[in-house]
């Protein structure tokens, strides 16, 4: 979101391999508030709506933060460490692909349609065939970091049934 408001702040919060490889860590993280337009930002927006909102109410803020935070870092390192170099990189993507890793783990009992999920996974990483900016390995490691997560934290089934 910053970038949209003031795009020289991008170039500090943006995904610079080098800057991460040299120390500069917090670019793991500071990504998520970065976008390539206002359009990149409306888009992540509904993801944001239509996936968390649902896995928020299932898991709580607690674990959906963790979900959301595990997924950003999964996201965010494999693009730093499976790209070539130099990286340079914007967006939430890999936390919006760990939202859908977390439904790939329980959306049958959330009342998910796995079709649509995967449908909508499909798109999303055939998208860098058409787009030639968008940098699927964040959206690979993001939905593995959320499957990762959901696994750890995953409710009980004593949660499940209340």
Not at 29 to 36: D, K, R, V
Not at 57 to 83: D, E, H, P, Q, W
Not at 92 to 118: C, E, H, P, Q, V
């Amino acid at each position: 979101m910053l970038g949209v408001l003031q795009p020289s702040i991008v170039d500090q919060f943006m995904i610079n391999s080098f800057a991460v490889k040299n120390g500069e860590y917090y670019r793991l993280f500071t990504i998520a508030l970065t976008h390539g337009g206002i359009f990149h930002l409306l888009f992540n927006m509904m993801a944001f709506y239509s996936l968390g909102i649902p896995i928020e109410n299932f898991y709580g803020r607690t674990r959906y933060v963790i979900i959301l935070l595990v997924s950003l870092l999964a996201g965010s390192t494999f693009s730093v460490y499976l790209n070539s170099n130099p990286t340079y990189a914007v967006g939430a993507s890999g936390m919006i692909f760990g939202l859908f890793g977390a439904l790939a783990i329980t959306g049958k009992r959330m009342g998910a349609d796995y079709r649509s999920i995967l449908t909508l996974v499909g798109i999303n990483l055939a998208m860098p065939l058409i787009i030639s900016n968008i940098d699927w390995r964040a959206h690979i490691g993001g939905f593995i970091g959320g499957i990762l997560a959901t696994l750890v934290i995953k409710p009980t089934r004593r949660e499940y049934l209340s």
